[in-house]
């Protein structure tokens, strides 16, 4: 008989009940974890060292749908299926997806020990997606969400800064429109947007006016 290394995996799958997780929770995991150890566990080890991920490993992740976990729940469901994308891995349906699941997500892409390859995958999605669905207005959500849904374009947010770090309540970049109203006029300094050079575009994490204000801009840069 196999017994099971010690704290080797969460309590609630070594056999001990839970209150919160159920079968689709069990199913979601048990599909997740090879397709995880194939494409990036099993080489995460490697790319941490070499400090960098390969290319097509995002479309590996992207062509399964398994970037859109790293979203919080719940998914956008009206969204998705209007790309044509229904269920995740496993067969569960976006709708279906839930606090849970993030968790188990997050649990399984931490396994190697090591937080640069899964984080390279999955921090724009989570940190640049999330404010266009939740601020944007519908012609920003058509002109972007299709193609970074997807994983046809990427993307990240700027937020950290030399002085205040990520504390957002402390940044300084200020972005202020110009006279003729057209353009905003950005004057701060952003550093540490993982994996930066592969993006299509990035939000600035700004102040409307000047530092201290509790309103905060999202301005869009595209890159390519």
Same mark, same amino acid.
């Given at each position: 008989m196999? /017994?099971?290394?010690?704290?080797?995996?969460?309590?609630?799958?070594m056999?001990?009940?839970?209150? !919160? !997780?159920r079968?689709?929770?069990h199913?979601?995991q048990?599909v997740?974890r090879?397709?995880?150890?194939? @494409?990036?566990? $099993?080489h995460?080890?490697?790319?941490?060292?070499?400090?960098? #991920?390969?290319e097509?490993v995002?479309?590996?992740?992207a062509?399964a749908?398994?970037?859109?976990?790293?979203?919080p729940?719940?998914?956008?469901v009206?969204?998705?299926k209007r790309?044509?994308?229904?269920?995740?891995l496993?067969?569960?349906? #976006?709708?279906?997806f839930?606090?849970? @699941?993030?968790l188990?997500?997050? $649990?399984?892409?931490a396994r190697?020990g /090591?937080?640069?390859?899964?984080?390279?995958?999955?921090?724009?999605f989570?940190?640049?997606i999330?404010?266009?669905?939740?601020?944007?207005?519908?012609?920003?959500?058509? &002109?972007?969400?299709p193609?970074?849904?997807?994983?046809?374009? &990427?993307?990240?947010?700027?937020?950290?800064?030399? $002085?205040?770090?990520?504390? #957002?309540a402390?940044?300084?970049?200020?972005a #202020?429109?110009?006279?003729?109203?057209?353009? !905003?006029?950005v004057?701060?300094?952003?550093?540490w947007h /993982?994996?930066?050079?592969?993006f299509?575009?990035?939000?600035?994490?700004?102040l409307?006016t000047?530092?201290?204000?509790? $309103?905060i801009n999202?301005?869009?840069?595209?890159?390519?």
């Amino acid at each position: 008989m196999t /017994v099971p290394i010690p704290f080797s995996d969460p309590p609630w799958l070594m056999g001990l009940p839970s209150a !919160y !997780y159920r079968e689709s929770h069990h199913k979601f995991q048990k599909v997740i974890r090879p397709f995880i150890q194939k @494409h990036l566990l $099993d080489h995460a080890i490697e790319w941490d060292k070499a400090e960098t #991920v390969p290319e097509h490993v995002f479309g590996d992740f992207a062509n399964a749908n398994m970037l859109l976990p790293a979203l919080p729940a719940p998914l956008p469901v009206a969204w998705l299926k209007r790309l044509g994308i229904h269920e995740l891995l496993g067969g569960l349906k #976006v709708e279906d997806f839930d606090y849970m @699941h993030s968790l188990i997500f997050a $649990d399984e892409m931490a396994r190697s020990g /090591v937080a640069g390859p899964s984080a390279s995958l999955t921090t724009g999605f989570a940190f640049g997606i999330p404010p266009i669905i939740k601020f944007g207005d519908q012609q920003l959500q058509e &002109r972007f969400l299709p193609e970074l849904l997807t994983g046809m374009k &990427r993307c990240c947010i700027a937020i950290t800064e030399p $002085d205040a770090g990520s504390d #957002v309540a402390n940044i300084t970049t200020t972005a #202020v429109k110009s006279s003729c109203g057209k353009y !905003y006029i950005v004057n701060g300094a952003k550093k540490w947007h /993982v994996l930066f050079y592969c993006f299509h575009c990035f939000q600035i994490v700004s102040l409307p006016t000047s530092p201290r204000r509790t $309103d905060i801009n999202l301005l869009i840069e595209i890159l390519c």
